[in-house]
Each structure stands twice: as structure tokens, then as C-alpha cells.
T-cell receptor, first 115, second 110 residues
Framework: DAGVIQSPRHEVTEMGQEVTLRCKPI?????LFWYRQTMMRGLELLIY????????DSGMPEDRFSAKMPNASFSTLKIQPSEPRDSAVYFC?????????????FGPGTRLTVL | GENVEQHPSTLSVQEGDSAVIKCTYS??????FPWYKQELGKRPQLIID?????GEKKDQRIAVTLNKTAKHFSLHITETQPEDSAVYFC?????????FGAGTTVTVRA
């Protein structure tokens, strides 16, 4: 298996632009997570999907952030408009089941820089 | 919500010595405690985990202990090697939600 796939790996954009991050979970996994990692705040859960349905979006910082999972093999995280404080590494992770005992497998991350 | 505190923030050890990282959690309902290792520029990867009904778990040079009463768990790395240099994160979970500690940067000196 190729593991969790994310694209792009690096994104540099200007303030005010729309940014779309993409994730393909491991085949067969029914739980998908989006995390943000910064030096100041560490690893934060943004949103959790189970069977393509958003279960917990309480970590989404504000309305500029939105996430979708149209099918079991694809998810997007969109930021519009982007701001410099959104600069971070965004990780997608997937797991088999959502009980919490299941290992979350992380993708390689997308390093986002907003100028 | 769950609050996980991790200490120390940095740890430098001589190759061959042991390293210990400690974490505390706030929510007594948490029942799963994984540890992740993140090398520079790479993704976090699970190295060991423990459930709340187990007090200790060992995997080769790595061991984790859990004290539910004190809400405290620790990672022990014995016979450290240069490839153990990385950032280590503890986490506590109930259901799906992982709450991570701030991380410990471990440097193994040759």
C-alpha cells in the first residue's frame, strides 16, 4: 500500500488567495483526520470524518476553513481567503475504525506558506 | 477537553544511555495512549501504544508505562542510538480524538 497520499507537498501563496489541500487515505480506512502543526500550537486536530461524514469540526479555526470528503478515497481542506497565520504543515491521517484504539497513519504533510 | 503535558521539551543523551519522557493527562476518560516519533521534515509515526487496562508494554528497546491513578504515562528508550534522535509526541485519546503533548526533542550524542 502507498500509505496516505497528500498533495501538494509544498504550497506558497499570497495572502487572500484560495488554497486547496488534497488527501487520499489508505484504501479500506474509514476514518480520516486533518491536523495542523505549528511550533506555537503543536499538533491540532482540525476535523474528523467517519465513513465520509464530518463528525467533529470543532478544531476548524474559523469560517475561512472548510473540508469535504466526497468519497472514501478523497478529501480536501480549503482555506479561503488565506492569511499569513495559516502558514503551517497540514497533515492528513487515516485509520481503520474510529474507536481511538486504531493507529492513525499520517501522510507526508503539506507545508503551506502564506506570504 | 483533554490537556496533555509533556516533559522535558528537550533531552540530550549519550549514545547507549537511556531516555525517559513523561506525560500527564487531565481527562480520566482517556483510555488509549500512543507515542509518535517525528524525524525532521517527516510525518509522525506510531512507535508504541498502550491501553488503559495495561500498566506496561515493551517492544525491544522501547517501553511505555501507565499510571491511571496519577494520570501519568512515560516512554523509556534504552541503549539509545543516533537514529533515535527525533521529536517524540505523547497523546491521549478517548474515542477518535487524539490530544497531543507539545513534543520532546531527543538528541543522541555519539
Amino acid at each position: 500500500d502507498a500509505g496516505v497520499i497528500q498533495s501538494p507537498r509544498h504550497e506558497v501563496t499570497e495572502m487572500g488567495q484560495e488554497v486547496t489541500l488534497r488527501c487520499k487515505p489508505i484504501s479500506g480506512h474509514n476514518s480520516l483526520f486533518w491536523y495542523r502543526q505549528t511550533m506555537m500550537r503543536g499538533l491540532e486536530l482540525l476535523i474528523y470524518f467517519n465513513n465520509n461524514v464530518p463528525i467533529d469540526d470543532s478544531g476548524m479555526p474559523e469560517d475561512r476553513f472548510s473540508a469535504k470528503m466526497p468519497n472514501a478515497s478523497f478529501s480536501t481542506l480549503k482555506i479561503q481567503p488565506s492569511e499569513p497565520r495559516d502558514s503551517a504543515v497540514y497533515f492528513c491521517a487515516s485509520s481503520l475504525g474510529g474507536t481511538g484504539y486504531n493507529e492513525q497513519f499520517f501522510g507526508p504533510g503539506t507545508r503551506l506558506t502564506v506570504l | 477537553g483533554e490537556n496533555v503535558e509533556q516533559h522535558p521539551s528537550t533531552l540530550s543523551v549519550q549514545e547507549g544511555d537511556s531516555a525517559v519522557i513523561k506525560c500527564t493527562y487531565s481527562d480520566s476518560a482517556s483510555n488509549y495512549f500512543p507515542w509518535y516519533k517525528q524525524e525532521l521534515g517527516k510525518r509522525p509515526q506510531l512507535i508504541i501504544d498502550i491501553r488503559s487496562n495495561v500498566g506496561e508494554k515493551k517492544d525491544q528497546r522501547i517501553a511505555v508505562t501507565l499510571n491511571k491513578t496519577a494520570k501519568h504515562f512515560s516512554l523509556h528508550i534504552t541503549e539509545t542510538q543516533p537514529e533515535d534522535s527525533a521529536v517524540y509526541f505523547c497523546a491521549a485519546s478517548q474515542a477518535y480524538k487524539l490530544s497531543f503533548g507539545a513534543g520532546t526533542t531527543v538528541t543522541v550524542r555519539a
